[in-house]
């Protein structure tokens, strides 16, 4: 988590992948659903080149499963095969081998019919950090899983862990990085986790949170605090919010700093509902 990206480690990253996909028939690119925009790594398209891949929302469970679903269309508009997650729970993970089968069912097919013995699927997992990888690769890998070990002629520092009879993951994953060129996607990236809070002043992560609350999820803001608001637009209507706040629940000493954190935890915890916080324009 205390990654600082700077240009050289930018660049080491995306040649470290670059030589592991050569190893691989899919990638998972893993984007977090309540921010998947947001959580994607600007060089993506230009690391994975033509290598096929599935996009897969994690934390499913925490997000607005109305924008997910539109999300999930956007990107098979953009024919990207694209699956919802929970890696906690197990929801569909299951899934993620069938849906690599049928993304990689001519290249299958034409092993097939050039007689070639079927090999396992050789899959990757890609990802800005705290999206979720290690959870995956933990769920994808139960007690079956046998560590296949460096393959010769494959590369020599890889290993294996083979899922089943029918697919292979590497073990480690590919840790991008967020792009992180304006305050609004900053704030998106430490509201959910993928970069330190303390990147961004509090006052700003809270202005952008009730404000980005206020206009899309008023109802879920009300039932959480039960404080009326008109219309959160600017710094000013945040601080009369949590004036009212302070007084309301009778907190002595004006401590807005505490009222500032708690909403971020109960942000983060998931305690004010299902949240996405990219929406598809
Ligand atoms: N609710 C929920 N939390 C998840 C999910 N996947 C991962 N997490 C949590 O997200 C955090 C970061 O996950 P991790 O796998 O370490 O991310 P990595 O840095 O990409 O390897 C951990 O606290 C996980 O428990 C998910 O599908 N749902
Ligand atoms: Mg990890």
């Not at 990085?177 to 970069?195: C, E």
Request: hydrophobic share 40%.
């Amino acid at each position: 988590m205390n990654v600082q990206w700077y240009p050289g480690h930018m660049a080491k990253a995306k040649k470290e992948i670059e030589e592991k996909i050569k190893f691989v028939d899919i990638v998972y690119v893993l984007l977090d659903a309540r921010i998947p925009y947001s959580s994607s790594n600007p060089m993506i398209n230009d690391i994975l080149k033509d290598k096929k891949k599935l996009y897969l929302l994690t934390k499913s469970d925490m997000a607005d499963s109305n924008v997910t679903s539109k999300w999930v269309k956007y990107y098979k508009d953009q024919g990207i095969e694209a699956l919802t997650i929970d890696s906690i729970s197990g929801f569909n993970v299951k899934k993620i081998e069938v849906l690599s089968k049928e993304i990689l069912k001519e290249k299958i097919q034409r092993d097939l019919n050039r007689g070639m013995k079927q090999r396992p699927i050789r899959a990757m997992i890609v990802g800005i950090p705290n999206v979720g990888k290690s959870t995956l690769i933990n769920k994808l890998v139960n007690k079956k899983a046998t560590v296949v070990g460096n393959k010769p002629g494959v590369t020599k520092a890889q290993q294996w862990i083979r899922l089943n009879p029918n697919l292979e993951l590497l073990d480690t994953p590919g840790v991008l990085w967020p792009k992180f060129d304006d305050m609004t996607v900053g704030a998106k990236l430490a509201l959910t986790g993928a970069i330190r809070d303390e990147v961004l002043r509090k006052e700003d992560l809270i202005f952008f949170l009730l404000k980005y609350l206020d206009k899309n999820y008023k109802n879920l803001l009300f039932n959480k605090y039960n404080i009326e608001t008109s219309y959160i637009n600017d710094e000013l209507d945040c601080v009369s919010y949590v004036t009212t706040f302070l007084k309301k629940y009778n907190i002595q000493n004006d401590d807005y700093d505490r009222i500032y954190t708690m909403i971020l935890n109960d942000f983060k915890n998931g305690r004010l509902g299902k949240i996405s916080l990219d929406l598809v324009e």
